[in-house]
Structures are given as structure tokens and as C-alpha cells.
């Protein structure tokens, strides 16, 4: 019993010290508590049961006055004393409370329990917050965030090799502290923290397989709610799969969250990491055979989402190249034994994922489509049956394809090591300087060809010398029309190379015969191999759109609408109406302007090597000679716009028909390319027409038109949709957008704020954006709302 | 910039046919004449002075002319080539244009003949024969065969030749139908050396014997230039592609500056002989030309360029002939030309002359 009594002496005995702590005035009173505190610091109930109080009592305010005003040495180190040599964390916690003043109701005579702790871990996470929330500017820079999280992290690192030291000492370590700290730090959003981290104990896992018992259990330790914030910051920092390997061990294989975040929520959820992730993590399942399973269960699931027609279209691009990634790597680190395994996944994956993404209307996807189907079918090795596409390769192509050489072995990062670093620098340096002083050095070795040479005779302009042709091109409107009919390709080539400056410059003709012409030129085809063949015929077809614009363009919007015709010729059509009604809104440039001056004609006999003297003596006078009349500048004329009376031609049939399926054609339906160019042209249409009297009626029908398909599925038809709307508010005057259009423009308005929200494609979503912005400047113009002072 | 092309001097019109072959005369006294043979049988000649035919001559009954030269160092001795198989020799002195003798060569071929005037009074004459691949050298004054040149080897038809005087006696470069060129050594009837530069059959060749040099063209777009070397072999030298193919004449200046081709493609393409550098394309004609030559006036600045063409026009063409002068005037451009105008001026050269001949030397 008598350490019952030796209890109630000491808590009597502290009482009445802190008492005196906490009021008295009296120096020699104060100094004598404090003394007789310090001397039990040494008492394990006292700091474990009474210091807690006793410092609380110590960063009361009359006591930061005391110690300010007085300057008192001795009371000074006395109360220093207290806090330094008693155990931290009390000391931390009192400190902190005190300064964020808001106390945390916990339990203090517990300083192990569960909730003691989570406060301690959540003060120490925090500390940089809490600081500077009191001191502002004036924080210390040990304690702003990235200092302070790299003293942790180098904190943490000691604390780990000293657990490695103590085990091999035979001491039991609990690690649970300081993977609770770790998590509680990451997923506040300083995986920052693993920066200093990752590489050291990436270094040192290397050589020291305790180590790696030691990290392997740290990270199983984490709580789940953090796994995820941990997971991420760590494989973020770490290069290459091995090092994941090293320090995360089986966790993927133990820990139900860790599998999640690592097979599933990285890979198909999240798609903002770079590819370096997505390497370590798949390099770092390949790597054991157990770990093996999870990643052909990886491929299934990728496989998954990669062929789901609905997450091609309903996912922005970026999210596919991300899954696209994945799949890649995943098929690349497979072995030829499990490609065997999973074959009839693979290629059910290929043919649905690449036949949906060929359908896209989106290049992006379309060639991401096409990359995979090579890739995969190479993989697959199917004698014969290999897939192969054409397209112009780019940047993104070639990292994809990149991707399929990526082995998981092959990622072991390079020691950081600076002396490592520095060595290949200086050799390369030396190696560029060698071939420079070679060139250098070279003997010049062309005595020969001084003595033999032609150089004392000038060579004439031989630009003229060009290739023979047999026959002539066509100088009439009808010939050429006949030419391009014939099945003589040197007579169909000159034809058509000529066709549009002919149409241009014989207009009586070209009005005889525009329609038969423009029926020819539409349905020509590149029989020859012709150079530029595309736009040779497009310029043809434009030159006789503006030269004969009433019937030409009526024959085009009916033809537009009609049997049997490919989807590039309709989409030509397209392209050759709105490139017309640009050139004809076009002001007429005035001929002097373009024409080139005509060099002067020199008599033959005064030429020769040099200029001729004249022409020496011309230069020197125009370089010496001011002239005064020169520099006034014509006025630009006002010109009328040769588009405005036409506009409507060119516009309203294009409305008419869209509705009334082909059996070759249906607009609605799955000629979704031509809709959006479709949609496209007519807000160009509309554009140009701005300032025309047609072009309110232009709008009106326009949005109506709009309205129809403005939730298409199809991303291109959308983006078109939105241009349509963005020329109409350009186009339309402010006062007759309100009146004719007033409730529309309310759900328009409506409409457009959702898809600026919440359109998965962003060229979609910037439009929107583009269009509100419009809108609300026209209404506000009109509906003279006053700007707010700001 | 480089200099447009020239145009040509003056275009002799009036020929009537398609020009099949040109030869230019201006030595002795009297106007410079240029010779040329037509495609039905005519052979104009024309002073160069006056720019017009002084004499037309029926020939070959009506039959191509395919070749011509003067012999005797006389411009009125004149030899013709003609597709009825037959050579004439012309006496046309004094207004006269008579046929003085006449070869049957039995030749169906467009091979054109070679005179050699190995000393003077006699001259050395290489045919084609009725036999294609054959070669006849006869003697002029009596058409005594001096030998009979035929390869060993089946080369195919004879297509063109040229006969010169080498230091050990008379040799003669054939080109034959599978593109091959054999050099002969004509006293000693047998082949020195044998060439194959182009897989095509050699439409023309010429050799320039100064720089021991020839060039050989085809029907492809490839101009192959040779050597013939001290030991009478011949040697690839350099080549050159031109724009569009088919040569079917080339001569190169007697002072072995620049090489003309008579191009299928209507142009006529000037090149540098040392190098094969291309110097200029002459365009005029609206049909393929036939034949260039080079006049041989004593004059370096007069010589001119002639070219015939099926379009049944002459042009004559003045290029590179100026010789450049070693020391350069360095005074004004203007001051040099109004000396020069204030002086006496050469007979027979206008203002204009003077001033363009003077600006190419400054």
C-alpha cells in the first residue's frame, strides 16, 4: 500500500506547487515550485500522470508576461527546463494547443490510448498549418510546408534505420505510429513528402533486405482510408517497377485497398498520372509470379473498358489515350505463354474496341484505334492476318508504339550519384570536339578542278527547261469541259489543271455550261494519280460557283440532299459552297494591286556577267533621289457584298431536307460525319452573312434547326452545333436576337451552361463557354443592364 | 539572278520541209554561207550577209538530204547525202549547180558520212553500205575503196560516225545500234578500242580532237562524254542528264568551249565541254530540232550557232563568243563607254556592239 501513499503525497505535493504556479506573484515562491517540478521529472507517475497539468499551467498567459517583462534569468531556465527535459510529446501537444487555442478535449491521462494518439499524429501533420495560422508572415521557414515536410520526411527515414538497428538488435519494433503519421500527412495532400523519401529508401532497400521487411510493413501498416494518398505519392516518386517492387513487396497481394487502388482506381479511374506510373505499376505486378495473376486480371478488366463502345464515346480523349496506355504496357509485359491464355480475350477486345473507335468521328481516337489494332494483332501473331492501317504518324503514335517495347526488367533507375552523373557529360564533350577539328583538317584536295572547270562561262536562266509535254492544255471552256471527260490522262491532267483560271476568265461560257461542268467536276475521280488533284478540282468547283452562283449553287444544295452519292462528294460539296461564299464576301481586290510589275525588256546585246552599266547608274541615282509625291495612298473603296443577296440561296436549302433519310443517306442517323459538317458549314454560312438583311431569318431557322440534334452523341456533331450557335450570336444584330428570339434564347441559355458544366469534351465545353460569353454580352448591350462598379 | 536565255539573231524562214542537216562555210572571199539540206530533197544556200537563200538545189530526187560538206577547202565544191542511197559532189562555181559525180552507196540507213581531207587535193570519204553494219572508206577523187570496217561482233546497224587525222593515220569513231562506240584505226582496218556507254542506240556522236574527247547521245535523257587516251582506248569521262531525252544531233565548237545538242524536245541545250555543265536551253523551235552546227569563221566573235528544225525554220543563235579580256578597265562603267564612243570606231561593228562587248569585258 505504500505506493497508494506515495501517490497521494505526490499529487498533494503537485497541487499545491501548481497552485502557487498559478497565482502567486512572489518570485522566491515561484522559483521554489518550479525548482522542486524539475526534480520530478525523473518521477515516472509524475510525467506520466501530472506534467501534462504542469506544463498547461506553465503557457498560461500571466506566464509569457512574467517571462517577457521580467527578465528573470533564473526563472527563465527553470521554466525552459520543464519542457526540455520531460517527453516530447506532452511538451508538443500543450505547445500546440496553446497556440492554436482551441483545445482538443482528450483524455490526457491516457497517453496511449488510440484517440490520444490520432490527436498527437493529427497536431504533428498539421504543424505548419498551425504555426502560420498564428504567425502569418512572420512563420519561421523550418515550418513552412515544404521545409517542414522534408525535416519529416528525413525524420521518418532516421526513424526507420533506427528500427533496422534496434531489430537487428533483437528489440520488437512497432512501426504502427509512424505509418499512421505517413498516411495521415498523404492524404492531407503532401505526398510531396516521399520527393525526399522515395529515392533513399529506394537506395537503400538495394542493399539491405531488412530494410525492405521494414518499408514492406510500414506501408501494410498505413490505414486504409490513407492507402490510396500513400500508394499514389509513393509510385509517383520512385523510377521504375523495381523499386516499387522492392519497398511495397506483396502489399498488392495482402491488402484488400492496396489491390484496388493499384489494379483498378489508377489505371481505369484516374487518368491525370504520366505514363511512368502506369509503367511502374505494371511493371511492378509483372515482376512475381503470384503478382502475375493480378495483372492478367488487369488486362481483362482494361480489355473491358477499352472495347465498351459507350465509354469511347462518352469519355474525353484523354481518359482513352490513358486506358489505351495501359493496355499497350499491359500486352507488352505479357508473355507469349499468357498471350496464349488470354487470346480470345485480346481479340474481342481488338476487333469491338478497334471497330468503335474507327466509327469516332475524332482523328485522336481514330488513331489510337488503329495503333492498338496494329500492336495487338501483332502480339497475337496471327500468320497473315495482321492488321495494318495508314496514317501519318505523330508524336503520340510514336510513344504508343513505344509502349510495346517497354520490358519491366529494363526500368532499373541509375544511383543517383552526382560523380556517376558527371562522367558520361565530359566524354560526350569530347567527343564532339574530335570530328570538329577533322573537318578542320581536312587537306583541301581540289587542285584539279581549278584547271578544268566551266566556270568562266555564266550559265543563262534555265527555269524554262521543264519537262515535254505531248499536248497542249485546252484554251477553250467547252475543250476543257471534253478533256475532263476523256480518257487521255496527259489531256485530263492539263484539263484540270487549267479548268479553274478558264472558268474565271470566260464568263459567258462557263454561265452556258456551269451545271454540266460542276456535274463532271463532281464526279470526278484521281484516275491519273494526278498531283494536288484535290484542290485543282475544288478550285474548279469553287471558280464556277462565283462565276454562276444562282444555278451552280441551287444544283449543289439539291444534289447535296440526293441518291447515291459518297460521303466525300457531299462533304466537297459542303467545303465548295462555304469557300465560295467567303470568296464572294470577299471585297474585289483591285487588279493593280495584284498584278506584278513586268521586269523591264532589256535589248539582248547588253547583257553579260554583270549588270549592265545603265542599270549601275539607275541604282545609285534612285538610292540619292527623295521624291516628295509619292507617298499618298489610295482610300479604301467601299465595295458591296457580293454575298448578301445570295445568302439565302446558299443557306435555306441546306435546312430543307435533313430530316427525310436515303436509303443512302441518313443525316440523322449514321452519316453523323457529314451532319457535323453540315452544321459546320451553315454556321460559317451564317457568319459571312453578318450585316445582310437575310441573316436574322438565317439565325432563326438556324437555332431551330439546332435544336433537333443539340444532344447528339456524337462529339464532332456537338462541337458543330456549338459553332452554328456562336456564328448565330456573332451574326444576328442584338435587337433582333432579342425579338426574334426571346424565350429561346432563355434555354438556350439554359442549355449551354449545362454543356459548359458537364460536356466530356473540352473543344465542346470551351465553345459553350465561347457562346455564353457572347450571349451575355449582347443581352447585356441590349438589355442596358448597368456594369457593375467593381 | 541569272540571265534570261538569248534570243536567237535571226530565224532563216523559207526552207520549205523539215531541216535534216546544216553546214556552215566561211572561209575563202565572199559572204559567210550556210548550207542546209531539207526533207525533200532541196539544199538551200544561204548568205549570211543578206539573210536569204542564194541558191537552191533539186537533188536525190526528191529524197531526204541527210548530210552535207564542203570539200577542196572551195565553197563551191559541195558533197550531199541523200536517202535514195546516193552521195553527190557539186560543182557550183559561178552560178553553176551541176552534179558532177555521184556514189551509189546502197546505204538505207540515216547514218550521215565523214569526210576527212587528210592532205590537200586528197580526201578521205566514210560511208555507210548496203551491208548495215559496215563501214566503207573510200578515196575521193577515184571512190577507190581504201578499206572496209566491220565488227566481229554483232553490234547491230551503223548509226554514226566521225573520221579525224590522229598522229599515226587516219581513225574513225562508229556508234553503233546496241550503243556500243568502236575507235579504228582506219590504215590498219582494225578495232583499237570499244566502248559501251549507253544500253540505247548511239543516235550521235562527236569527237574533238584537241582535248582527245567525244560525247555520244541517244534516245534516253543520259549525255555520256569519253576519252580517247594515249594508248587509243577509250575511257568513260563524265555525263549528264538532261530534262527531257532524245538527241538526235551535237557539235562542239571548234575552240572546245561548249558542246550544242539538237534536243527531240525542241530545245537546243548549250553545255560546257570541260565539265558537262549546263549553260543555257535555247527554246525556239515548235518541233524537234535535227541539227546544230557551229560556224567556222575566223572571227571567234562572229562564229555562230545555227540550228535546224523540223519545224522547217533556221535559227542562228550568237553565244559565248566574246573573248573575255585579261585586263580589267577600272574605270567607270560610263567614262570607258564614251571613250570608246569618242574614238574610232572598228569597221563593221555598230555602236551597240561596242557597248555590249565592252560591258561583258568590264
Not at chain 1, 613 to 642: C, D, F, L, M, Y
Given at each position: 500500500m505504500g505506493s497508494v501513499e506515495t501517490e497521494c503525497f505526490l499529487k498533494l505535493q503537485v497541487r499545491s506547487h501548481l497552485r502557487t504556479l498559478s497565482c502567486s506573484q512572489e518570485r522566491m515562491e515561484l522559483l521554489h515550485a518550479l525548482r522542486s517540478l524539475a526534480g520530478l521529472l525523473e518521477d515516472a507517475e509524475f510525467t506520466r500522470t501530472y506534467y501534462a497539468r504542469a506544463l498547461q499551467v506553465l503557457v498560461a498567459k500571466d506566464w509569457s508576461k512574467r517571462l517577457l517583462h521580467d527578465h528573470d534569468k533564473e526563472l527563465e531556465r527553470l521554466w525552459r527546463e520543464m519542457f526540455l527535459r520531460g517527453p516530447a510529446e506532452p511538451v508538443l501537444m500543450t505547445l500546440l494547443d496553446a497556440i492554436s487555442s482551441a483545445r482538443c478535449e482528450v483524455d490526457r491521462s491516457s497517453a496511449d490510448s488510440a484517440q490520444y494518439r490520432e490527436a498527437l499524429i493529427g497536431q504533428i501533420s498539421a504543424l505548419p498549418s498551425i504555426t502560420s495560422n498564428q504567425l502569418r508572415a512572420n512563420t519561421p521557414e523550418d515550418l513552412l510546408p515544404h521545409r517542414f515536410y522534408t525535416l519529416l520526411a528525413e525524420s521518418i527515414l532516421e526513424t526507420l534505420e533506427r528500427t533496422c538497428q534496434a531489430l537487428r538488435a533483437g528489440h520488437d519494433c512497432s512501426l504502427s505510429f509512424i505509418s499512421q503519421l505517413l498516411g495521415k500527412v498523404c492524404i492531407q495532400g503532401n505526398g510531396g513528402i516521399f520527393g525526399t523519401m522515395a529515392p533513399r529508401l529506394s537506395s537503400l532497400t538495394r542493399v539491405d533486405p531488412l530494410m525492405q521487411r521494414v518499408t514492406q510493413n510500414l506501408l501494410e501498416k498505413v490505414p486504409e482510408r490513407c492507402m490510396e494518398s500513400v500508394i499514389t505519392g509513393l509510385v509517383l516518386s520512385l523510377k521504375g517497377p523495381t523499386a516499387v517492387s522492392r519497398l511495397m513487396g506483396d502489399l498488392v497481394l495482402n491488402n484488400k485497398k492496396a489491390q484496388f487502388v493499384l489494379t483498378h482506381k489508377m489505371l481505369l479511374q484516374q487518368y491525370q498520372h504520366p505514363s511512368l506510373l502506369l509503367k511502374s505499376v505494371l511493371g511492378y505486378l509483372s515482376l512475381d509470379s503470384e503478382r502475375r495473376v493480378l495483372l492478367k486480371q488487369v488486362l481483362r478488366s482494361v480489355c473491358q473498358v477499352w472495347c465498351n463502345s459507350s465509354a469511347v464515346k462518352h469519355t474525353c480523349v484523354e481518359q482513352q489515350l490513358y486506358v489505351t496506355r495501359a493496355l499497350l504496357l499491359t500486352v507488352a509485359l505479357l508473355q507469349n505463354s499468357e498471350v496464349q491464355e488470354l487470346r480470345q480475350e485480346l481479340v474481342q477486345?481488338?476487333?469491338?474496341?478497334?471497330?468503335?473507335?474507327?466509327?469516332?468521328?475524332?482523328?485522336?481516337?481514330?488513331?489510337?484505334?488503329?495503333?492498338?489494332?496494329?500492336?495487338?494483332?501483332?502480339?497475337?501473331?496471327?500468320?497473315?492476318?495482321?492488321?495494318?492501317?495508314?496514317?501519318?504518324?505523330?508524336?503520340?503514335?510514336?510513344?504508343?508504339?513505344?509502349?510495346?517495347?517497354?520490358?519491366?526488367?529494363?526500368?532499373?533507375?541509375?544511383?543517383?550519384?552526382?560523380?556517376?552523373?558527371?562522367?558520361?557529360?565530359?566524354?560526350?564533350?569530347?567527343?564532339?570536339?574530335?570530328?570538329?577539328?577533322?573537318?578542320?583538317?581536312?587537306?583541301?584536295?581540289?587542285?584539279?578542278?581549278?584547271?578544268?572547270?566551266?566556270?568562266?562561262?555564266?550559265?543563262?536562266?534555265?527555269?524554262?527547261?521543264?519537262?515535254?509535254?505531248?499536248?497542249?492544255?485546252?484554251?477553250?471552256?467547252?475543250?476543257?469541259?471534253?478533256?475532263?471527260?476523256?480518257?487521255?490522262?496527259?489531256?485530263?491532267?492539263?484539263?484540270?489543271?487549267?479548268?479553274?483560271?478558264?472558268?474565271?476568265?470566260?464568263?459567258?461560257?462557263?454561265?452556258?455550261?456551269?451545271?454540266?461542268?460542276?456535274?463532271?467536276?463532281?464526279?470526278?475521280?484521281?484516275?491519273?494519280?494526278?498531283?494536288?488533284?484535290?484542290?485543282?478540282?475544288?478550285?474548279?468547283?469553287?471558280?464556277?460557283?462565283?462565276?454562276?452562283?444562282?444555278?451552280?449553287?441551287?444544283?449543289?444544295?439539291?444534289?447535296?440532299?440526293?441518291?447515291?452519292?459518297?460521303?466525300?462528294?457531299?462533304?466537297?460539296?459542303?467545303?465548295?459552297?462555304?469557300?465560295?461564299?467567303?470568296?464572294?464576301?470577299?471585297?474585289?481586290?483591285?487588279?493593280?494591286?495584284?498584278?506584278?510589275?513586268?521586269?523591264?525588256?532589256?535589248?539582248?546585246?547588253?547583257?553579260?556577267?554583270?549588270?549592265?552599266?545603265?542599270?549601275?547608274?539607275?541604282?545609285?541615282?534612285?538610292?540619292?533621289?527623295?521624291?516628295?509625291?509619292?507617298?499618298?495612298?489610295?482610300?479604301?473603296?467601299?465595295?458591296?457584298?457580293?454575298?448578301?443577296?445570295?445568302?439565302?440561296?446558299?443557306?435555306?436549302?441546306?435546312?430543307?431536307?435533313?430530316?427525310?433519310?436515303?436509303?443512302?443517306?441518313?443525316?440523322?442517323?449514321?452519316?453523323?460525319?457529314?451532319?457535323?459538317?453540315?452544321?459546320?458549314?451553315?454556321?460559317?454560312?451564317?457568319?459571312?452573312?453578318?450585316?445582310?438583311?437575310?441573316?436574322?431569318?438565317?439565325?432563326?431557322?438556324?437555332?431551330?434547326?439546332?435544336?433537333?440534334?443539340?444532344?447528339?452523341?456524337?462529339?464532332?456533331?456537338?462541337?458543330?452545333v456549338l459553332f452554328a450557335v456562336c456564328s448565330v450570336f456573332l451574326g444576328m444584330h442584338s435587337e433582333n436576337l432579342l425579338t426574334d428570339l426571346g424565350e429561346d434564347l432563355m434555354e438556350a441559355r439554359a442549355w449551354l451552361a449545362d454543356v459548359a458544366e458537364s460536356d466530356c469534351d473540352s473543344d465542346c465545353r470551351s465553345l459553350a463557354m465561347q457562346s455564353l460569353v457572347l450571349l451575355d454580352r449582347t443581352l447585356k448591350a441590349q438589355l442596358k443592364i448597368p456594369e457593375m462598379k467593381t | 539572278m541569272s540571265r534570261p536565255p538569248p534570243d536567237p539573231l535571226y530565224i532563216l524562214r523559207g526552207s520549205g520541209a523539215p531541216v535534216n542537216t546544216l553546214h556552215f562555210y566561211c572561209g575563202g572571199d565572199g559572204p559567210p554561207l550556210l548550207y542546209s539540206g531539207s526533207g525533200k530533197g532541196a539544199v538551200h544556200v544561204w548568205n549570211l550577209n543578206t539573210r536569204r537563200a542564194e541558191q537552191v538545189l533539186e537533188s536525190h530526187n526528191s529524197n531526204s538530204v541527210i548530210w552535207l560538206d564542203t570539200f577542196d577547202g572551195s565553197r563551191s565544191s559541195l558533197i550531199s547525202q541523200g536517202r535514195d542511197m546516193r552521195l553527190c559532189l557539186w560543182d557550183l562555181s559561178e552560178g553553176r549547180s551541176a552534179v558532177t559525180d555521184s556514189l551509189l552507196t546502197g546505204a538505207v540507213g540515216f547514218c550521215q558520212c565523214s569526210l576527212l581531207e587528210s592532205q590537200p587535193g586528197s580526201s578521205l570519204l566514210a560511208h555507210p553500205t548496203q551491208d548495215m553494219e559496215e563501214v566503207s572508206v573510200v578515196e575521193m577523187k577515184s571512190w577507190t575503196q581504201v578499206c572496209s570496217l566491220r565488227p566481229d561482233t554483232k553490234l547491230g546497224m551503223l548509226m554514226s560516225m566521225k573520221m579525224w587525222q590522229a598522229d599515226s593515220g587516219p581513225v574513225l569513231c562508229a556508234g553503233y545500234e546496241d550503243g556500243s562506240i568502236v575507235l579504228w584505226d582506219v590504215s590498219q582496218r582494225h578495232p583499237l578500242s570499244f566502248l559501251k556507254p549507253l544500253p540505247e542506240p548511239v543516235m550521235c556522236l562527236d569527237v574533238h580532237v584537241c582535248s582527245q574527247k567525244g560525247i555520244s547521245g541517244s534516245s534516253e535523257k543520259i549525255l555520256q562524254s569519253w576519252t580517247v587516251d594515249g594508248q587509243r582506248t577509250l575511257q568513260m569521262h563524265h555525263s549528264v542528264q538532261m530534262t527531257n531525252p532524245g538527241v538526235s544531233q551535237m557539235r562542239i565548237r571548234a575552240d572546245g568551249k561548249i558542246l550544242a545538242t539538237a534536243g527531240w524536245d525542241n530545245n537546243i541545250r548549250v553545255f560546257g565541254w570541260k565539265k558537262l555543265k549546263p549553260l543555257a536551253v535555247l527554246q525556239h523551235h515548235t518541233d524537234a530540232v535535227n541539227s546544230v552546227a557551229f560556224s567556222d569563221h575566223q572571227d571567234p566573235t562572229q562564229r555562230l550557232l545555227a540550228a535546224g528544225s523540223k519545224d522547217q525554220r533556221i535559227s542562228v543563235w550568237s553565244i559565248y563568243n566574246v573573248v573575255h579580256r585579261t585586263n580589267i578597265d577600272t574605270r567607270e562603267p560610263l567614262a570607258v563607254v564614251e571613250d570608246l564612243l569618242s574614238s574610232s570606231q572598228p569597221e563593221g561593228m555598230g555602236r551597240a556592239a561596242v557597248k555590249g562587248s565592252l560591258a561583258m569585258g568590264i
Open positions: 477486345c481488338m476487333l469491338g474496341g478497334v471497330q468503335c473507335r474507327l466509327d469516332s468521328n475524332i482523328e485522336r481516337i481514330r488513331r489510337m484505334g488503329m495503333v492498338v489494332g496494329e500492336c495487338l494483332s501483332q502480339k497475337l501473331d496471327t500468320p497473315g492476318s495482321q492488321l495494318q492501317f495508314q496514317y501519318e504518324s505523330n508524336e503520340e503514335i510514336q510513344e504508343l508504339r513505344s509502349l510495346m517495347e517497354y520490358q519491366a526488367v529494363e526500368g532499373e533507375e541509375p544511383e543517383s550519384d552526382a560523380s556517376n552523373n558527371l562522367q558520361p557529360i565530359v566524354e560526350a564533350s569530347e567527343v564532339c570536339a574530335v570530328p570538329s577539328q577533322s573537318i578542320t583538317s581536312l587537306p583541301v584536295n581540289d587542285s584539279d578542278s581549278e584547271l578544268d572547270s566551266d566556270d568562266d562561262l555564266t550559265p543563262f536562266d534555265m527555269s524554262a527547261d521543264q519537262e515535254k509535254r505531248i499536248s497542249a492544255p485546252p484554251r477553250y471552256v467547252r475543250d476543257c469541259l471534253e478533256g475532263l471527260m476523256s480518257e487521255d490522262a496527259e489531256r485530263f491532267e492539263l484539263s484540270l489543271q487549267v479548268a479553274a483560271s478558264l472558268l474565271r476568265k470566260n464568263v459567258t461560257t462557263t454561265q452556258e455550261v456551269s451545271v454540266q461542268f460542276c456535274r463532271v467536276l463532281l464526279h470526278l475521280e484521281d484516275r491519273y494519280n494526278t498531283t494536288l488533284f484535290l484542290s485543282l478540282r475544288q478550285n474548279a468547283m469553287v471558280a464556277l460557283t462565283v462565276t454562276h452562283v444562282k444555278p451552280v449553287v441551287d444544283y449543289w444544295t439539291t444534289e447535296f440532299f440526293s441518291l447515291n452519292y459518297s460521303l466525300r462528294q457531299r462533304l466537297d460539296i459542303l467545303e465548295v459552297l462555304a469557300l465560295s461564299a467567303q470568296e464572294l464576301s470577299e471585297p474585289i481586290r483591285s487588279k493593280q494591286a495584284a498584278a506584278q510589275p513586268i521586269p523591264e525588256v532589256v535589248p539582248p546585246e547588253q547583257f553579260d556577267d554583270i549588270t549592265h552599266w545603265r542599270h549601275i547608274v539607275e541604282k545609285r541615282i534612285q538610292s540619292k533621289t527623295r521624291r516628295i509625291g509619292k507617298g499618298v495612298t489610295q482610300p479604301v473603296k467601299a465595295a458591296p457584298n457580293r454575298f448578301a443577296p445570295v445568302a439565302g440561296c446558299f443557306f435555306f436549302p441546306l435546312l430543307k431536307n435533313y430530316d427525310r433519310p436515303q436509303t443512302t443517306f441518313d443525316l440523322l442517323g449514321s452519316d453523323h460525319l457529314v451532319l457535323g459538317r453540315l452544321l459546320h458549314t451553315l454556321g460559317l454560312l451564317m457568319h459571312l452573312a453578318v450585316n445582310a438583311p437575310v441573316a436574322s431569318q438565317m439565325g432563326r431557322a438556324l437555332l431551330d434547326f439546332i435544336w433537333a440534334v443539340r444532344f447528339h452523341t456524337d462529339q464532332m456533331v456537338r462541337r458543330g | -
